[in-house]
């Protein structure tokens, strides 16, 4: 009896290449009209936008680019520029007194102007969804690369469809559904429903344009792209590109025994850790819990913590600008703020999952977005935010949480109405939510502060 073949070694880098060389194809040589690509976090979006950007640019293609916010446009016109500071590239942008980021004035190959006309010819001209839709009278560019698509409402997707011929449509699935503030009941389940995302509306009206996933995530560490790839992306998985032992996360100073120090201790070993404060119905500005939160960064900052990685075998110091603090809401944040300057803390980032998206840190500390609640809204329990928080870190992620949160998704059914005709997102929230938490209990370290 023959011994069975040895498995294939997974190339990370070979499998990102294959999937970027199939999405070119079909971009440059297609017939359809529209390609989607679904990224996962920190698989090389951005790169693969740029590098589509340069190859449309190189075949003569004129080009618009399309981003959601002013900053995601001015860091692409920045990479464009880094990577061929001979194309002639254009930033469209508004009349506001501070438009876009002056580096871009440095440049001698970027043109910036508020009127589309000035920048006709250039080869790629950029900028966001809500100043594109104020274009008029211009000739339709041949393409348009679309990024972050899944933020971008279908609304803002129809009123900027007439100014090109061709789209590539990048982002990320996992990732917050588009902003609304008004309610869209009355138009769920409807196909041109304009509070759903532009990429879910595309499909449903274009069902057989070609769709591509990305399957490396660069920035999620091997701890990591499992349970995040299983919880949040189980129809299009995805692999860590590094493996076990790539990166570590090294401690100067020893554990004091405090609970914020051994949950410290157990993210930097496994790139996990819980740390489980007593059950109970708080204030959603907690105070132990933010001043847990508080504790878990000032001591990260104490204990002289150091990486290592594939981007650098020598150790590189953990800064305050290599952590960051995620929160559910505005509040949180700012509550989060005030308890690190009481405790000399500057220069971390610490935000809502809203604006954390796209961003990448060392490592991460989030307080769970149902610690401490007597209910589970569907704000809450939406899959997006709490995928945003647990996938932002390079090495570890804290997680500050009450004691309770697998009872409360027990206990309390849904009551969100169901909508005839809606696609139900799938993993919906409270199976998310129970996949982290499962996980999350191997790492978990109870704390009485």
């Known amino acids: 009896m023959t011994a069975p073949a040895e498995a294939a070694v997974f190339d990370p880098g070979a499998a990102a290449a294959r999937a970027t060389d199939a999405i070119l194809r079909d971009t440059l040589h297609g017939a359809a009209r529209g390609v989607v690509v679904d990224s996962p976090p920190g698989a090389g979006k951005s790169t693969l936008v740029v590098r589509a950007a340069l190859e449309l ?32 590239v254009g930033r469209l942008h508004s009349s506001d007194s501070d438009p876009y980021d002056k580096a871009l004035d440095a440049l001698d190959n970027v043109r910036t102007s508020a009127k589309a006309a000035d920048l006709a010819g250039l080869g790629v001209v950029l900028s966001t969804a809500a100043k594109w839709a ?58 041109y429903d304009p509070s759903a995302s532009a990429v879910s509306t595309l499909l449903a009206h274009n069902p057989d344009l070609p769709q591509h996933r990305l399957p490396v995530s660069w920035r999620l560490p091997a701890s990591a792209a499992p349970l995040v790839s299983d919880a949040f992306y189980p129809y299009t998985p995805f692999r860590s590109g590094t493996d076990h032992g790539d990166r570590t996360l090294s401690l100067g100073v020893p554990s004091d025994g405090s609970g914020p120090d051994r949950v410290i201790d157990e993210a930097a070993v496994s790139g996990w850790g819980l740390l489980e404060l007593p059950a109970r119905h708080t204030p959603r500005t907690d105070p132990e819990a933010v001043r847990a939160v508080a504790t878990v960064v000032r001591r990260l900052l104490d ?43 500057a220069d971390v980032t610490v935000d809502t ?19 401490g609640r007597p209910d589970a809204t569907a704000f809450h329990l939406e899959t997006g935010r709490l995928c945003v928080l647990a996938s932002r870190h390079r090495h570890a992620c804290v997680v ?13 059914p849904s009551t969100e109405p169901v909508q005839l005709g809606t696609l139900v997102k799938f993993p919906d929230g409270w199976e998310a939510n129970h996949a982290v938490l499962a996980h999350l209990a191997e790492h978990r370290v109870a704390w009485r502060p």
Request: glycine share 10%.
């Open 57 to 88: 640019a190189a075949a003569g293609r004129p080009l618009m680019v399309v981003a959601q916010t002013n900053a995601q446009v001015d860091d692409l016109v920045l990479r464009l520029a880094e990577q061929n500071p001979d194309l002639p």
């Open 134 to 191: 104020h274009v008029k009278g211009v000739e339709p560019w041949e393409h348009a690369i679309v990024d972050e698509a899944y933020q971008m409402r279908s609304d803002a997707l129809l009123a900027v469809a007439n100014l090109f011929q061709r789209a590539l449509f990048v982002g990320d699935p996992g990732q917050l559904d588009p902003f609304s503030i008004v309610g869209g009941e009355q138009w769920a389940g409807l196909s």
């Open 303 to 345: 204990r002289g913590g150091a990486a290592t990685s594939e981007r650098s075998p020598d150790p590189v110091p953990l800064t305050a600008g290599r952590i960051a603090v995620g929160t559910a809401h505005r509040d949180q944040a700012a509550a989060v703020r005030a308890a690190l300057a009481e405790l000399g803390v």
């Open 353 to 371: 999952a809203n604006r954390l998206q796209g961003r990448e840190y060392d490592v991460t500390v989030v307080l769970h977005p149902l610690s």
């Open 400 to 412: 500050v949480c009450r004691a309770g949160v697998g009872e409360l998704l027990d206990d309390y």
